[in-house]
């Protein structure tokens, strides 16, 4: 049985999809009964259980052949609290089940204990759950080609592509699509000890390669536009984001510009096979879908 949290998210949703295309059993853990409800009708066992509750996410691993466990996105005042309640609700279930295989989700620059905002609670649960598992794969992913969905209407109704990043800059970017196709890879192979895999996409991409994709699958031009330091905090608290957690996502965009999102010397760095314009073409036909 391969244990998915996270499922309803992006890179849960595609390891428990790509999981079901190899014909695996799948058990996904959610927080409410309700969210199951689209995983059963696929025939996807369900379980209930909140991250930061050891018990709960130790019945959910019983019986587990592997398990592919993450932290969401922070929402709490405190974002390393949170961190930290979860990382260590994780450790602990994970040796009271006896979890044979661990594939944990991380970033890239997560080796860094601070200077990349969000990403050093990765740095946080990394530690706490290094060594837990006999087995314990650490997936660092680049930055998620889908986060651009975000700004991906501005695009479509301006021709324009709002960016925190440098707009020149390269980074490892991956589409979500192969960070579940990593991920079920890594939970079905056998191995024992400490692994981590840096996963990008084809190639590294910059700001300015993402605003070429749209425009091509658009078929117009678009124009990325970097957005200034000073005005990114009202951008975010728009969308209703505690103050904490503003501080840490420009902090991760800050750490990106000085070059601490980058690969660690001596780690396994794997690529994706998702090209740009594919991973751009389903963010802009889902927009459309949702119109």
């Not at 490892?172 to 960070?179: G, I, K, L, N, Y």
Request: aromatic fraction near 6%; include cysteine.
């Amino acid at each position: 049985m391969y244990v998915i949290f996270g499922a309803n998210g992006r890179a849960g949703g595609e390891t428990a999809r790509a999981l079901l295309e190899r014909s695996e059993p799948v058990r996904v853990v959610v927080r409410h009964r309700e969210q199951g409800e689209r995983w059963k009708a696929l025939g996807v066992e369900v379980a209930l259980a909140s991250l930061d509750n050891a018990a709960q996410v130790s019945d959910a691993l019983t019986g587990a052949t592997a398990a592919f466990l993450l932290e969401p996105p922070p929402v709490a005042n405190d974002p390393f609290e949170q961190a930290t309640a979860i990382s260590t609700a994780l450790s602990e279930a994970v040796r009271r089940s006896d979890l044979p295989r661990a594939v944990v989700l991380s970033a890239v620059g997560a080796q860094h204990a601070s200077g990349t905002g969000v990403i050093a609670t990765l740095h946080q649960l990394e530690a706490s759950l290094a060594g837990t598992a006999p087995a314990t794969a650490f997936l660092r992913s680049g930055y998620f080609i889908e986060t651009w969905s975000e700004v991906a209407e501005c695009a479509v109704a301006d021709g324009i592509l709002p960016s925190f990043l440098d707009l020149d800059q390269k980074i490892p970017m991956v589409s979500t699509t192969d960070v579940g196709q990593a991920a079920a890879r890594l939970m079905t192979q056998q191995w024992t000890g400490t692994r981590i895999v840096e996963l990008g996409g084809i190639t590294d991409w910059s700001a300015r390669d993402v605003a070429a994709a749209f425009a091509e699958v658009l078929n117009r031009p678009v124009k990325p536009m970097w957005v200034p330091p000073e005005q990114r905090s009202a951008m975010l608290a728009e969308e209703g984001l505690p103050e904490e957690v503003v501080t840490v996502l420009l902090g991760m965009y800050e750490g990106i510009t000085n070059g601490r999102f980058t690969r660690e010397d001596g780690t396994e760095h794997w690529r994706g096979s998702t090209s740009l314009t594919t991973a751009v073409e389903h963010i802009v036909t889902k927009l459309r879908t949702a119109v």
